[in-house]
């Protein structure tokens, strides 16, 4: 049974940087994708970023690009996304996803991530700016 795990989230201000982080249990990383979407109150949810585990390979949405960077520790098979420079619209929960290869044709890889089309979602954690 696959698990996804997010921490790290908080309170900080205008400027700040924050790292969340991300585990997937049960995942086989080497053929998988992972993601990260937010979603603030009364808004739908947004892709933010997206990281080919094997590779590294990665895309943003135009919202964090520059801003915002999404690497992997095969290692510790963990995700982070570093975020510089928040806004108060960063403030959201933050939710990580992770799909596998096995789930399908293009499955392993950041192909239409932004659609959402991941099977394995996290419970969030919540990012919240303040200036």
């Known amino acids: 049974q696959v698990q996804v795990i997010e921490t790290g989230g908080g309170s900080v201000q205008v400027g700040d940087s924050l790292r969340i982080s991300c585990t997937a249990s049960g995942l086989t990383f080497n053929d998988g994708a992972m993601g990260w979407f937010r979603q603030a109150p009364g808004k739908e949810r947004e892709g933010g970023a997206c990281i080919r585990f094997k590779f590294g390979t990665t895309d943003y949405s135009d919202s964090v690009k520059g801003r915002f960077t999404i690497y992997r520790d095969t290692t510790t098979n963990t995700v982070y996304l570093q975020m510089t420079g928040l806004q108060p619209e960063d403030t959201a929960k933050y939710y990580c996803?992770?799909?596998?290869?096995?789930?399908?044709?293009?499955?392993?890889?950041?192909?239409?991530?932004?659609?959402?089309?991941?099977?394995?979602w996290g419970q969030g954690t919540q990012v919240t700016v303040s200036s």
């Open positions: 996803a992770a799909r596998s290869g096995k789930d399908g044709p293009g499955q392993g890889s950041c192909i239409d991530w932004t659609r959402g089309r991941f099977g394995y």
